[in-house]
């Protein structure tokens, strides 16, 4: 060959090289007929690139999945949202030592540690807070990333199990039926434009298949979670290792490319990396703070029920007829919290109406008109505590009246809960009249204590008085004996031990309101 015709073949080269690279489509052609060439060739003969099809060798691997996988599937939907699953996963890592540790923070371990103590939930609250605290430092981060990474895996495990193989499957084989793992196919070779979407979704599901990953642990967990194995051990490595090397020989990603004539087809998959550790955590910190509120409020409401009944006889007691939970509904529509003293309140007004205008007022009446005081200070504080109780009492009655549709503060609250929720001024107006109806509620719940406190300790000294010789506050006791119906001593007991014992049910109710 002479020197000239080299040159000319060389240049030739050249210049199909520049060809190609200014015709992109050309490029592609050959791209793409270099990948058929290479799916002719390849081991795994999941394609026939002449008629385009998508062949039954390829539906057998995919069966192969799903008789493995398919049982595994049906026993563990909804498994990724478990909670219950989540718990096992984090609890499996623990020793009987730290479970028994776990255990104690269970709503009936706690109250029968709290009626252990004589119902001393500081204690126990004392107890419960330094066990979280050892109870946390377990989770050292060794322990916590192998949480992580199990919970992880079953998360690669799902969505790889979840896949539906069903709906693949029935392309080949029309008659094949969903979860009947007996049935016989009977797959034919089809167009593989009818699977290329399937092959897309089913890439990103296989990368971190990997053989040495801890699936042992994920699969005590989800026998530990179903009460059974959910698949043969074996079978599953053996399909590991399969499915290892389709991805590693990429026949899958080679059939998309020219399937979907795309030689640059590429696809990208995030390895999950969600933590749990610290939820499972929070979630155990606020259920034993639940626990211990919850027992606190029995035990409250234990002790305001046992104080009416002390009082009143029985805890049902209802006398406001405006300040009332009936009213309260409407507020709640508006997801206001309405009247907040309700019951306080029904027990203030049964006092003051059903005992203080009748016992303490006829011994008062007594006290105060008929005995002869030594000195007037003492009878100065009785008759104020008295008089100032007597006045509370008719502001309550008029308090209440004043919320009725008829009262001029019940009309404005009525006029606002029947405007628009739209109008956010409207809601606003509400919130501040409801709360100047709670805070005179509570007014009026302090008042009544304060003059309950002088009224009991004037009539303590009054009892005092009368148990002394000589007496040196009232003078004329033997007067007074015959005005007191049922005896002094009798009488003026219960009223001490009535004002005290309504005293501490306020004091409740005044806490409530600091809190």
């Given at each position: 060959m002479s020197n000239s015709e080299a040159k000319s073949g060389f240049l030739d080269k050249i210049f199909s090289i520049l060809g190609r690279a200014s015709d992109p489509e050309r490029e592609k052609k050959r791209q793409l007929?270099?990948?058929?060439?290479?799916?002719?060739?390849?081991?795994?003969?999941?394609?026939?690139?002449?008629?385009?099809?998508?062949?039954?060798?390829?539906?057998?691997?995919?069966?192969?999945?799903?008789?493995?996988?398919?049982?595994?599937?049906?026993?563990?939907d909804h498994a990724e949202a478990s909670v219950v699953l989540k718990t096992i996963i984090i609890e499996n890592t623990l020793t009987e030592k730290q479970l028994e540790m776990r255990a104690s923070f269970e709503d009936?371990?706690?109250?029968?540690?709290?009626?252990?103590?004589?119902?001393?939930?500081?204690?126990?609250?004392?107890?419960?807070?330094?066990?979280?605290?050892?109870?946390?430092?377990?989770?050292?981060?060794?322990?916590?990333?192998?949480?992580?990474?199990?919970?992880?895996?079953?998360?690669?495990?799902?969505?790889?199990?979840?896949?539906?193989?069903?709906?693949?499957?029935?392309?080949?084989?029309s008659r094949f039926p969903e979860n009947d793992f007996m049935y016989n196919p009977r797959f034919e070779?089809?167009?593989?434009?009818?699977?290329?979407?399937?092959?897309?979704?089913?890439?990103?599901?296989?990368?971190?298949?990997?053989?040495?990953?801890?699936?042992?642990?994920?699969?005590?967990?989800?026998?530990?979670?179903?009460?059974?194995?959910?698949?043969?051990?074996?079978?599953?490595?053996?399909?590991?290792?399969?499915?290892?090397?389709?991805?590693?020989?990429?026949?899958?990603?080679?059939?998309?490319?020219?399937?979907?004539?795309?030689?640059?087809f590429t696809y990208k998959v995030q390895r999950p990396s969600k933590r749990i550790v610290e939820d499972y955590?929070?979630?155990?910190?606020?259920?034993?703070?639940?626990?211990?509120?919850?027992?606190?409020?029995?035990?409250?409401?234990?002790?305001?029920?046992?104080?009416?009944?002390?009082?009143?006889?029985?805890?049902?007691?209802?006398?406001?007829?405006?300040?009332?939970?009936?009213?309260?509904?409407?507020?709640?529509?508006?997801?206001?919290?309405?009247?907040?003293?309700?019951?306080?309140?029904?027990?203030?007004?049964?006092?003051?109406?059903?005992?203080?205008?009748?016992?303490?007022?006829?011994?008062?009446?007594?006290?105060?008109?008929?005995?002869k005081w030594t000195t007037n200070i003492s009878s100065q504080q009785l008759s104020e505590a008295f008089y100032g109780l007597m006045a509370t009492s008719e502001e309550l009655i008029t308090f209440d009246e004043n919320l009725s549709e008829e009262g001029d503060r019940g009309a404005l609250i009525n006029k606002l809960v029947k405007r628009r929720d739209a109008d956010k001024s409207n809601?606003?107006?509400?919130?501040?009249?409801?709360?100047?109806?709670?805070?005179?509620?509570?007014?009026l719940i302090n008042v009544t204590g304060n003059h309950l406190v002088s009224i009991?300790?004037?009539?303590?000294?009054?009892?005092?008085d009368y148990q002394k010789k000589p007496h040196e506050l009232i003078t004329n006791w033997k007067e007074i004996e015959g005005l007191i119906d049922g005896g002094v001593v009798p009488r003026m007991t219960e009223i001490y031990k009535k004002c005290y014992y309504f005293v501490q049910l306020l004091q409740f109710y005044n806490k409530q309101s600091k809190k």
């Amino acid at each position: 060959m002479s020197n000239s015709e080299a040159k000319s073949g060389f240049l030739d080269k050249i210049f199909s090289i520049l060809g190609r690279a200014s015709d992109p489509e050309r490029e592609k052609k050959r791209q793409l007929k270099e990948l058929n060439k290479q799916l002719r060739k390849h081991k795994y003969k999941f394609y026939r690139p002449k008629q385009e099809e998508a062949l039954s060798a390829l539906a057998k691997f995919f069966y192969e999945i799903y008789s493995i996988v398919g049982p595994a599937k049906l026993l563990l939907d909804h498994a990724e949202a478990s909670v219950v699953l989540k718990t096992i996963i984090i609890e499996n890592t623990l020793t009987e030592k730290q479970l028994e540790m776990r255990a104690s923070f269970e709503d009936s371990e706690i109250r029968a540690a709290v009626e252990e103590s004589g119902g001393n939930v500081k204690f126990v609250t004392d107890s419960l807070k330094s066990d979280l605290v050892n109870f946390f430092s377990i989770f050292d981060t060794s322990r916590v990333q192998s949480i992580n990474t199990t919970f992880n895996l079953m998360s690669i495990f799902l969505d790889f199990i979840t896949f539906d193989y069903y709906f693949f499957l029935r392309k080949f084989d029309s008659r094949f039926p969903e979860n009947d793992f007996m049935y016989n196919p009977r797959f034919e070779d089809i167009n593989g434009e009818y699977i290329v979407e399937d092959l897309k979704d089913f890439l990103v599901l296989i990368p971190y298949l990997e053989l040495d990953s801890p699936w042992d642990n994920l699969l005590d967990v989800l026998s530990a979670y179903k009460g059974t194995d959910i698949m043969n051990r074996k079978d599953w490595q053996k399909l590991l290792r399969k499915i290892r090397d389709v991805r590693q020989s990429k026949v899958l990603e080679l059939m998309v490319k020219v399937l979907d004539k795309d030689p640059g087809f590429t696809y990208k998959v995030q390895r999950p990396s969600k933590r749990i550790v610290e939820d499972y955590l929070n979630k155990l910190k606020s259920q034993v703070e639940l626990s211990i509120h919850k027992i606190l409020k029995e035990q409250r409401n234990g002790k305001i029920d046992s104080l009416a009944k002390k009082i009143f006889g029985t805890n049902a007691v209802s006398r406001m007829k405006y300040y009332t939970e009936k009213a309260n509904l409407a507020f709640a529509k508006k997801m206001l919290g309405g009247y907040i003293y309700i019951a306080p309140m029904n027990y203030l007004k049964a006092f003051l109406v059903d005992f203080c205008k009748k016992d303490i007022r006829e011994i008062s009446d007594i006290l105060l008109i008929r005995g002869k005081w030594t000195t007037n200070i003492s009878s100065q504080q009785l008759s104020e505590a008295f008089y100032g109780l007597m006045a509370t009492s008719e502001e309550l009655i008029t308090f209440d009246e004043n919320l009725s549709e008829e009262g001029d503060r019940g009309a404005l609250i009525n006029k606002l809960v029947k405007r628009r929720d739209a109008d956010k001024s409207n809601i606003t107006l509400l919130r501040k009249e409801l709360k100047e109806v709670n805070n005179e509620a509570l007014r009026l719940i302090n008042v009544t204590g304060n003059h309950l406190v002088s009224i009991a300790k004037s009539f303590k000294l009054v009892y005092e008085d009368y148990q002394k010789k000589p007496h040196e506050l009232i003078t004329n006791w033997k007067e007074i004996e015959g005005l007191i119906d049922g005896g002094v001593v009798p009488r003026m007991t219960e009223i001490y031990k009535k004002c005290y014992y309504f005293v501490q049910l306020l004091q409740f109710y005044n806490k409530q309101s600091k809190k």
